[in-house]
C-alpha cells in the first residue's frame, strides 16, 4: 500500500509541478491577442491545463501525500520545511487561479516582469522541495525552537507570544 501511495504521490507531484511550471508561459502568450477565436482557443487550453490538470493533482498529491504521514511516521525536522515549502506552492497555485481569473477579461493582461518572476518563483520553489526531500538536512531544532517539537511546545509558545486567548461568550 506504501508503495502504491509513493508512485501516486510522486506522479501527481510531477503533473502539479509541470502545469505550474508551464502556466505562466501560456499567460504569457494572451498580450496581443484581441478578442476572438485565438484567445478563446488560449482560454480553453489555460482552462484545461490549470482546472482538469493542475487542480486535481494538487488534490491527490497533497491527499496520498497526507496517507503516507501517517502510514511512514515521518516526523523530522525536515519534513516540517517541506510542509511549509509545500504549503507556498500551494498559495501559489491560488495565485494562478486569480491569473486566469483576470486574465481573460476584457482587459487583461500579463507582463514580462510576471512571466519571469511567476516562473522563477515556481521553478525556484519547486527545486527547494525536491533538494528538501532528497537532501533531508540534518536539522537541530533545539539550536534555534528548543522546546517548539516536544509536547505542549506549541501551546506554550503561542502564550509567550499572544498571551492568554479566550473563547467570547455571548
Same mark, same amino acid.
Request: charge should be positive; avoid cysteine.
Given at each position: *500500500? #506504501? @508503495?502504491?501511495?509513493?508512485? %501516486?504521490?510522486?506522479? #501527481?507531484? !510531477?503533473?502539479?509541478? $509541470?502545469?505550474?511550471?508551464?502556466?505562466?508561459?501560456?499567460?504569457?502568450?494572451?498580450?496581443?491577442?484581441?478578442?476572438?477565436?485565438? /484567445?478563446? &482557443? +488560449?482560454?480553453?487550453?489555460?482552462? +484545461?491545463?490549470?482546472?482538469?490538470? @493542475?487542480?486535481? !493533482?494538487?488534490?491527490?498529491?497533497?491527499?496520498?501525500?497526507? !496517507?503516507?504521514?501517517?502510514?511512514?511516521?515521518?516526523?523530522?525536522?525536515?519534513?516540517?520545511?517541506? *510542509?511549509?515549502?509545500? $504549503?507556498? *506552492?500551494?498559495?501559489?497555485?491560488?495565485?494562478?487561479?486569480? %491569473?486566469?481569473?483576470? /486574465?481573460?477579461?476584457?482587459?487583461?493582461?500579463?507582463?514580462?516582469?510576471?512571466?519571469?518572476? /511567476?516562473?522563477?518563483?515556481?521553478? %525556484?520553489?519547486?527545486?527547494?522541495? +525536491?533538494?528538501? %526531500?532528497?537532501?533531508?538536512?540534518?536539522?537541530?531544532?533545539?539550536?534555534?525552537? #528548543?522546546?517548539?517539537?516536544?509536547?505542549?511546545?506549541?501551546? &506554550?509558545?503561542?502564550?509567550?507570544?499572544?498571551?492568554?486567548?479566550? =473563547?467570547? =461568550?455571548?
Amino acid at each position: *500500500m #506504501t @508503495t502504491f501511495l509513493k508512485f %501516486v504521490h510522486l506522479a #501527481t507531484i !510531477a503533473v502539479w509541478s $509541470g502545469g505550474l511550471l508551464v502556466l505562466p508561459l501560456l499567460f504569457w502568450q494572451r498580450r496581443g491577442l484581441e478578442a476572438g477565436a485565438e /484567445l478563446d &482557443r +488560449l482560454h480553453r487550453i489555460v482552462r +484545461l491545463v490549470y482546472v482538469e490538470l @493542475t487542480s486535481p !493533482a494538487a488534490f491527490v498529491a497533497v491527499g496520498s501525500g497526507t !496517507a503516507l504521514i501517517f502510514l511512514q511516521a515521518t516526523y523530522e525536522e525536515w519534513f516540517s520545511i517541506k *510542509m511549509v515549502l509545500v $504549503g507556498i *506552492m500551494a498559495m501559489l497555485h491560488v495565485v494562478a487561479g486569480l %491569473v486566469v481569473h483576470q /486574465l481573460f477579461s476584457p482587459t487583461g493582461r500579463f507582463g514580462r516582469f510576471s512571466f519571469i518572476s /511567476l516562473s522563477a518563483t515556481y521553478a %525556484v520553489l519547486i527545486l527547494a522541495i +525536491l533538494w528538501v %526531500v532528497l537532501a533531508k538536512p540534518q536539522i537541530d531544532s533545539n539550536q534555534f525552537a #528548543t522546546h517548539l517539537f516536544e509536547p505542549g511546545g506549541l501551546s &506554550r509558545l503561542w502564550h509567550q507570544s499572544f498571551g492568554d486567548t479566550r =473563547m467570547p =461568550m455571548p
